[in-house]
């Protein structure tokens, strides 16, 4: 993760849970991502923030490459936890 983030007055990153996500090929040429994501708690059952991107479908193999990964990872340390 870059440096050049949102930060709050702590100096911690902001991040937005995702409350529900879509993707979906547009006109043969572009994969659409559609993300909501609550700014707080008060949104987390449906959202308040949308963000709408166009990405090339060698950029959305990319994308999809780095969250298997790193899902993968999430996965693996979850499952080491509850093994030790």
């Not at 559609?34 to 950029?59: C, I, N, W, Y």
């Not at 340390?77 to 509850?82: F, G, L, M, N, Q």
């Amino acid at each position: 993760m870059s440096d050049e983030h949102a930060k709050d007055n702590s100096g911690n990153v902001v991040v937005y849970p995702t409350v529900s996500c879509g993707a979906e090929a547009v006109q043969d040429s572009v994969v659409i991502l559609d993300l909501f994501m609550a700014t707080s708690p008060d949104h987390l059952k449906s959202g308040d923030r949308r963000v709408v991107t166009a990405l090339h479908p060698e950029q959305a193999r990319h994308l999809a490459k780095q969250l298997h990964d790193a899902a993968e990872a999430v996965l693996k340390a979850r499952k080491d936890r509850v093994a030790s």
